[in-house]
């Protein structure tokens, strides 16, 4: 019997994100462990909402035709990623699609990642060391670090199959 039952996979939801979920899902095997899809949406981000609705009190969006708020940016976002990870899920692992659950979390990454190994009781986490664009791979790099040094539990780092050797880039068996 497999002994990891609460499976975390921290997806950002960029092109790297199914190949995480990949590996989660050949480590859980035919156990009945969970899969937890998490993804945390950046404080920064929200910090920038709230600099640009102070500045701005009576801007519009003009695509969603809504006042800038916070409230709004974080509901809306939230329910977007919701729906990318279910999407993802149904693409690609549909045949175990009621092995998954879905969290999105709002903060610091590698604070909100953590937290939730606590509150979750999650048994290991799966995580990528490459994400959306060079700086979200810098800051990606340096959240997988933090929870690396300071998890509870086991965290699996998932590097993409094609990999920079000595410059040159080539696909890994």
Same mark, same amino acid.
């Given at each position: ?7 975390? *996979?921290? =997806? ?36 920038? #909402? ?11 969006? #003009? ?10 940016? *974080? ?30 979390? =709002? ?10 190994? *606590?509150?979750?009781?999650?048994? =290991? ?49």
């Amino acid at each position: 019997m497999n002994q990891f039952q609460k499976i975390m *996979v921290c =997806v950002d939801l960029s092109e790297y994100s199914k190949e995480n979920i990949s590996y989660a899902v050949e480590f859980a095997g035919d156990s009945d462990a969970e899969i937890l899809l998490y993804n945390v949406i950046n404080q920064r981000d929200v910090d920038a #909402v709230e600099k640009v609705e102070k500045m701005f009190p009576d801007r519009i969006n #003009v695509d969603n035709n809504y006042r800038i708020n916070v409230k709004k940016y *974080v509901e809306d976002i939230t329910t977007e990623r919701y729906k990318e990870m279910k999407n993802l899920v149904e693409t690609h692992f549909a045949d175990m699609k009621d092995s998954f659950s879905y969290l999105v979390g =709002v903060g610091y990454p590698f604070e909100e990642i953590l937290n939730t190994i *606590v509150q979750k009781k999650i048994d =290991v986490v799966f995580i990528g060391t490459k994400g959306r664009g060079n700086i979200a791979r810098t800051l990606l790099a340096s959240n997988a670090e933090k929870v690396f040094r300071h998890s509870p539990v086991p965290v699996v780092s998932i590097r993409n199959r094609t990999r920079s050797v000595w410059g040159r880039k080539q696909e890994v068996a």
